[in-house]
Each structure stands twice: as structure tokens, then as C-alpha cells.
């Protein structure tokens, strides 16, 4: 006889701590040995997962509490990686909702409560990190309920079972004067208030893929919920593709989740969260249905990408020195391949044969891609990010942003002004005991463009900034998103200390001595609004008649450090990003470069 199960999502705002959450239920549910070394936010494995502190990829792990398996979905809190959440939502019956019992419910809470709430999930709420100082758990608990009456959640989910936890401590409770032990209260809530799931097993075989896996020995691999039915290992079964047409053919392994591990198994049925290899053409939304009696479950829906990007093949003048894959074959093959994973993604070809339009969720969303591709060794440049325009009601509309700001009380001010010419407009504003302000806007998506730059110098890095998708909106008239012109390089060599100090009053570098420049490579900004060149590569005349030592000992100021996400924030539409495995160059367009877009 199998297990009882529960499934179960974890959704919260990014760094809210759901991945140490999950860190915490995996070690009570005793899937580590005695003495085992346990790594810290053990759910996230990618590298950039790692290196970031932020959940990218949903995974799912199982743990088994009381005779019941508990399969539990992380999801990102990143609403630029919605796309992950939407789909996941469709493998549970139930969602723990995490939040911050200092912030309370911020931007992205909202964006996958929202989904929760569309999906009829009745949400078990977590105040988390009550364990720090100046915490108001009540606070964020009243704040949690008048965001569900705000999306117009039922009188069932309004009634929302809560708790107060710390995942880096490792207990929940029921009640603020309550012991902290360990995490069995929130086990016992997901036994009680999440639904067992439906589907009756004696209904032919029916299962969505929701996450796509690859290995190099099974192939590919599809993740999903069986929603009807049961299903054995080796058995026939029929994939349906989104095009309704079905192909044939036998699942070759089935696997289960067992802690962080995949465990091969003989059979599962309805409501299980399986594992399948056999199908090389699976594609995410589509159903593996039972041979005999195929039947399509409904496509998953996905938001709309709203940010558009061209990717273009790179013909800088150092174009090859640093790339693995650097063809324009090599390049498109790589992006088609990220459409079966990437469900939120979209790649459209253009007249031209060595450029794609290349569309996502935001800046984060295409910046991950661009970073991962460049970590594989691929080269290639990225132009200016522009936002989609859609047509709603037969008037052209653009994407709108819910945008939150927590900054200094002295910095309110110039956030508010430099926020005002970019057509943002103010919802609210609370001024905290603190010393610090928070400020809502609902803002034009092509206003945040360029805008994290400016707001980290007007709030001296101080400043905390979260945005999500909002709505469509008429389109306003021009956003002024002008900066300062660029200093451009006007030959090719290497910047030499020597010129670098006689240009240093014209502006910022964005490079060191020493480093390899190129005719029309951007090297740094001016402190005017026109662009200039410069010669970067000038050395100083050496004679015999200077004195040894002459030279009094001079430094030149820190260059601004050019990150990607930086970059693609910085340029402009006649600008592109040069992406190596080494290097992020910015480069201006010739004139016939330009004529030719």
C-alpha cells in the first residue's frame, strides 16, 4: 500500500529565506546520517544559485514525517523567474507562504501569492527570522491578511493558518510565547491544512511535464505530477504535443524523490511526483498520457515575456580571442536549446541570419541567461534592453511596474524627484523609526531602465530596491532616462597609466591600465552629456634628460567595475555589451552599424 502524500510549494519574496527553511525541514526529517557535513541552502545547486544567495530553478525534494511523504517544491522569489513559479503551482495541492516578519509582504510576495490564490491554493503563512532584533511578527501578519483581501482572495484563504518561525535557528510555533523547539509544527500544519491530492488511479494514465532534466545517460528527462492513473516502469505511454498530435513510446526508468535523491522505482500512482526518461521531444506543458487511452491535460499558461533584447553574433575587433563558441550556428543552437527549460522565454529569428530578439520577464531573467551562456564559453554582444508594447483594448499599451524603495531618510527626497522625470507615480510612503523611508511607485517598465545605477549613488549603497510586474498601461509620452556622454577609445593597444592620469578630469574609467583596448571600445563616462574620444594608449616621451625619480609618486581613482548586470543597465540604443568567458566590454556602434538596425 503507498504512503499518504502531501505536496506542497514554498513561495516567498527573494530572501525571505525559503531555501533555509527547507534547509531546516530536511535536516528534522532525518535524511542526512548522524555527522554528516550539510551544506547551507542545500536546495540550491547552480552555481549562480550559489554565488547570488537566490533561488533561479525550482527543485523538488521529499521527506517523510508520521508515515506521510511531504514532496516539497522550492520556487524562486524572483519575479523575473515567474515563469518557474506558474508551472511548479500546478504540481501541488497546497503553499507555504513565507515572510519577513521585519518587511512583511514586498513586491514579489504579492506576484506569487497572486498565482497561488488564481490556482485556489489555501496558503499556510510563515512569519520567518523572528529571531532578530526590532521584529513586529503581528505587524507582518496583519499586513499578510490585507494583501489577500487586496487580490481578492475567498473567505477560506482569508482565514489563513499562520506561524512564526526562524529557518536558521531551525524551529516554528504556533504561538509567539511559545517554546522554540523545532520545526514539528509546521509539519503537522502542512498534514492538516494541505489536501491530499486528487486523481483516481483507476483513470488511465495521465501526467503534465513541469520541469525539464537532462542526464548523459538517460537523455532527457521530464519532472511531473501524475494527475490521473498509474504508471509502471517499462510500460508503453503516448506523449501529446502542444500541437495535439501524439507520439509513441516506452518509459525506459521512473523515478522518485526520495530527500535530495532521485530513487529509481518500480511504479507510482496519482498524486505522486514522478520522474520519467524515454521521451527525447518532451516539452514542458505537454502531457504523457497512457497509450491505450490518450488523453491532453490543459496547456500551462505563462505570463508574457515584457523586456526584449537582440543578441548578435560578435565582430568586435577581438572577436574569437576568448570564446569557446563563437559562430552564429553555435550561438542560435544554444538559445533554442534554452526555449525546452526556459518556459518564459522567447526567441524570434531576424532578416538578418547573426541576430535573434531574444524576449524575457526582466533584466535579471535575460542577465542569467546571458551569464550562464558566457560561463559555457560562448561570445557573443547583447544590445540595449527595450520593453514590449502590446495592444489592449485596440490602444498600444506598455508594461507597468509596482516598484518599492527602502532608503534613508535623507536620500527620500532625491529618489522621489529623479523618479518624477521617469513618470513614476507615488502610492504610498512610510517613514519608519529607523531613520529610513519606504517608498511604493507604479512606474513604466522603460522607466527602471538604467535607473539601480543612479538610485545606489543617491542612497550611498544604502538603498533597497524591488520591483514586479504590475499591468499594461497607455503608453506615456518620452521618459527622460538621459546620463552623461561615454569616452571612447580611438585606437587600439593597451591603456597605459600616462594617459589614463591626463584624461582622469574629463570623467569615470571603466578600466585599468594595462588593459587591451580597441578603436570604438567604451572606456569610460564623461562628466558632460557629449560623447569624446581619447587616446588611452598614449605613452609618456622617455629621454635621457629626466631625472631618475623625478616623478612624484601618483595614483589614479578606482575604476567603476563594469558587472554585466551593470552594463546592461548602463548603455545606450547606439551601444552594445561584448560578452566573453573572460571579459565585459561595452562598445559604440559605427554610424553604419547603426543605419543597418
Known sequence: MSLPIRNVAIIA???????????ALLKQSGIFREGEEVPTCVMDSNDLERERGITILSKNTAVRYKETLINIVDTPGHADFGGEVERVLGMVDGCVLIVDANEGPMP??????????????RPIVVVN????????????????LDLFIELGADDDQ????????????????????????DMQPLFEAILEHVPAPVGDPEKPFQLQVTTLDYSEYLGRIVIGRIHNGTVTAGQQAALIKEDGSITKGRITKLLGF??????????ASAGNLVAISGFADANIGETLASAENPEALPLIKVDEPTLQMTFVVNDSPFAGREGKFVTSRQVRDRLMRELETNVALRVEETDSPDRWAVSGRGELHL??????????????????????????????????????????????????EKLGTRRAEMQDMRVG????????FIIPARGLIGFRGEFMRMTRGEGIMNHSFHDYRPIVGDIDTRRNGVMISFEEGVATFYAMKNAEDRGVFFIEPGTKVYKGMIVGEHNRPQDIDLNVCKTKQLTNH?????????????????????ALEYIGSDEMVEVTPESIRLRKLPAKKLAKR
Do not use: W
Open 433 to 440: 523609526e529607523n531613520g529610513r523611508t519606504q517608498l511604493e
Open 129 to 144: 527570522k523572528i529571531d532578530r532584533p526590532r521584529v513586529e511578527p503581528m505587524t507582518a501578519v496583519d499586513k499578510v
Open 367 to 416: 542577465g542569467i541567461l546571458i551569464e550562464t551562456m558566457r560561463r559555457e564559453g560562448y561570445e557573443f554582444q547583447v544590445s540595449q534592453p527595450q520593453v514590449i508594447f502590446r495592444e489592449v483594448n485596440g490602444q498600444p499599451c506598455e508594461p507597468y511596474e509596482l516598484l518599492v524603495l527602502d532608503v534613508p531618510d535623507d536620500a527620500s527626497g532625491s529618489c522621489i
Open 13 to 23: 519574496h527573494v530572501d525571505h529565506g525559503k531555501t533555509t527553511l527547507v534547509d
Open 158 to 181: 482569508c482565514d489563513f493558518p499562520y506561524l512564526f518561525a526562524s529557518g536558521m535557528a531551525g524551529f516554528a510555533k504556533n504561538d509567539l510565547a511559545d517554546e522554540n523547539k
Open 546 to 566: 629626466r631625472a631618475a625619480g623625478g616623478d612624484e609618486l601618483v595614483q589614479l581613482q578606482a575604476p567603476v567595475q563594469m558587472t554585466l548586470e551593470r
Open 108 to 121: 514579489q510576495t504579492r506576484f506569487v501569492l497572486k498565482k497561488a490564490l488564481e490556482k485556489g491554493l
Open 258 to 267: 526520495e530527500g535530495l535523491q532521485r530513487v529509481e522505482i518500480e511504479q
